[in-house]
T-cell receptor, first 113, second 114 residues
Framework: QKEVEQDPGPLSVPEGAIVSLNCTYS??????FMWYRQYSRKGPELLMY????GNKEDGRFTAQVDKSSKYISLFIRDSQPSDSATYLC?????????????FGTGTKLQVIP | DGGITQSPKYLFRKEGQNVTLSCEQN?????MYWYRQDPGQGLRLIYY???????QKGDIAEGYSVSREKKESFPLTVTSAQKNPTAFYLC?????????????FGPGTRLTVT
């Protein structure tokens, strides 16, 4: 079983829809939870990171962490065609002197105009 | 403009040849990382460096080597010992090794070995 599981998609939604992207994890020692956006043939871009359970909002993006269920989500409101990308979840734990990061495989999102 | 640059964007090599991928950052970050990305797999850590003249193996270091002679630069050499070198390589940095949850990535180098 992988430490971090992420549905690869693809996920297709109409413009303006609310998008929900999810990851589950197995290691309760994870401390930080991150979401990256990666456009085709580009490097990932950090969208948000959070430490605690609950919601964190940044513009149209909301990151949600439920540590009791080992489940994290990224919600995108009023989705735009420019949101079409692959979204990577990541999480880290303290190991060997640093925050060791484990990435999900990514969910490909397509927002249709 | 602060950021991370990687060059070249595309690289083609014959099997058996060593190749070096460049990574430069002007963010004044102490920590730097190299990842490999393959279809259907998450990013996998090859090497990381906390400070100049120090680096540590990641999860898949075999067949790779790095150096960190300057704070800004962290080149990766893919040697002929790497059995499956064709991949998308990503360099990243964070302010310190303790803040590796906040990494910034370069644009990547796509390496094809035939």
């Amino acid at each position: 079983q992988k430490e971090v599981e992420q549905d690869p998609g693809p996920l297709s939604v109409p413009e303006g829809a609310i998008v929900s992207l999810n990851c589950t994890y197995s290691n309760s020692a994870f401390q930080y939870f991150m979401w990256y956006r990666q456009y085709s043939r580009k490097g990932p871009e950090l969208l948000m990171y959070t430490y605690s359970s609950g919601n964190k909002e940044d513009g149209r993006f909301t990151a949600q962490v439920d540590k009791s269920s080992k489940y994290i989500s990224l919600f995108i409101r009023d989705s735009q065609p420019s949101d079409s990308a692959t979204y990577l979840c990541a999480m880290s734990l303290y190991s060997g002197g640093y925050q060791k990061v484990t990435f999900g495989t990514g969910t490909k999102l397509q927002v249709i105009p | 403009d602060g950021g991370i640059t990687q060059s070249p964007k595309y690289l083609f090599r014959k099997e058996g040849q060593n190749v070096t991928l460049s990574c430069e950052q002007n963010l004044n970050h102490d920590a730097m990382y190299w990842y490999r990305q393959d279809p259907g797999q998450g990013l996998r850590l090859i090497y990381y460096s906390q400070i100049v003249n120090d680096f540590q193996k990641g999860d898949i270091a075999e067949g790779y080597s790095v150096s960190r002679e300057k704070k800004e630069s962290f080149p990766l050499t893919v040697t002929s010992a790497q059995k499956n070198p064709t991949a998308f390589y990503l360099c990243a940095s964070s302010a310190q090794i303790s803040s590796s949850y906040e990494q910034y990535f370069g644009p990547g180098t796509r390496l094809t070995v035939t």
